[in-house]
């Protein structure tokens, strides 16, 4: 599995133009007005990942194939939202299909690129958000415990959502307790309980230092990963080979992309690990979630490795790049034979053993 993450926020803040930097293309239409993103751009990025470079070069490997990472640029959101208003429908239908939520909000004075509400105030931007994400939940809600439509639910479920309105209707996010719950609140499309990230576009002066604007939002949002990054800078890097990327980097004071930096915490946040299979024909990256055991990872690889397996043969990565291969690592007692119980580890080698 990969994760999708859903740009959000509202017209003008630059959705598209990081769209386009993140996915290194140009679908996504940058314009200075609103709604120029109408259908969802869709772009798939590898997630690059030295340890796999190592692992291939290691096995000799005829492929390699990182795991990736899904952007979708959605239509800007306005006031009204969940009432229809601007293109609001579309976006909670678009934003419902995605696992995590990028809320783009603008950090930089610019008299080029008017403001939806004629002013710059990334904080009040977010409360936009959170607000018609809130009232479409609550109408989603309100609608299933409707007389009528409350018999279809059991009581277990109808404890959770009078629970959620509470919260909901006190101007609260709705939070998940368990994985049932998560479940069963995805599965009638509730947007609150998705994960976010909040990313502040900022010009490339107040990059590394931030502005009032980030001071802002950091105060009001103390719990939440808050990313900045320059939406421009992002765009200018996406056109460069890898040296020349190297290079102004180096030359603007830049450590890490705006990708990678969404990368590491879209990971953290959607509690997702990395194991690797390597060998002469592959080697590979799969993401699985954080405490999945053995026989539930295999399953990413194909179906039949889960009702077919045996066991696992696992290695660390930093021990089969020290020794070279799974072989020496078994000669040096570094290969591990695991359950089906067994919990993979991020950076784990694996090799499943199955009944034919």
């Known amino acids: 599995m990969g994760f999708k993450c859903g740009i959000v926020g509202l017209p003008n803040v630059g959705k598209s133009t990081l769209f386009n930097a993140l996915t290194a293309s ?9 709604f120029c993103t109408i259908d969802p751009n869709i772009g798939i990025v590898d997630v690059v990942d030295d340890r ?12 390699k194939i990182y795991t990736n990472i899904t952007f979708v ?41 008017t403001h939806v509400n004629s002013k710059i105030n990334p904080a009040d931007d977010l409360e936009t958000i959170k607000t018609e994400i809130i009232l479409s939940d609550l109408g989603i809600i309100q609608k299933k415990l409707e007389k009528g439509k409350k018999k279809l639910l059991s009581d277990k ?12 209707n006190k101007g609260e996010e709705a939070k998940v307790n368990d994985e049932k719950e998560e479940e069963f609140l995805s599965s009638i499309g ?36 808050i990313i900045n990054i320059c ?18 980097m180096q030359e603007i004071g830049l450590n890490k992309t705006g990708l990678n930096k969404l990368i590491k915490e879209g990971y953290d946040l959607l ?80 090799y499943f053993r199955v009944n034919p």
Do not use: M
């Open 26 to 34: 140009k679908n996504a239409e940058a314009a200075n007005f609103p």
């Open 190 to 225: 509730l947007l609150s309980i998705k994960p976010k990230i909040i990313v502040c576009n900022l010009d490339e002066e107040n990059l590394s230092s931030g502005n009032n604007y980030t001071t802002q939002v950091e105060k009001k949002y103390p719990n939440e990963k």
């Open 271 to 350: 509690k997702l690990d990395t194991f690797f299979t390597s060998g002469p024909e592959e080697s590979r990256a799969w993401t699985v979630r954080k405490n999945t055991i053995a026989q539930k990872a295999a399953s990413v690889i194909h179906t039949d490795f889960e009702k077919n397996f045996i066991r696992a043969e696992a290695v660390s990565c930093e021990d089969f790049i020290k020794y070279g291969s799974a072989e020496k690592c078994k000669e040096n007692g570094k290969l591990r034979i695991e359950g089906k119980d067994y919990i993979v580890k991020d950076g784990d080698v694996l």
């Open 157 to 168: 479920e109808i404890k959770i959502l009078e629970e959620k309105l509470v919260f909901l």
């Open 52 to 63: 796999l470079d190592k692992l291939a070069k290691l096995s000799n490997s005829k492929k």
């Open 231 to 248: 939406a421009d800078i992002e765009d200018q890097l996406s056109g460069l080979d890898k040296v020349e990327k190297e290079n102004f």
């Open 73 to 113: 640029d959605i239509a800007g959101l306005v006031k009204g939202a969940s009432k229809g208003e601007g293109l609001g429908n579309k976006f909670l239908s678009h934003i419902r299909e995605v696992d995590a939520i990028i809320h783009l909000v603008r950090c930089f004075d610019s008299e080029k690129i």
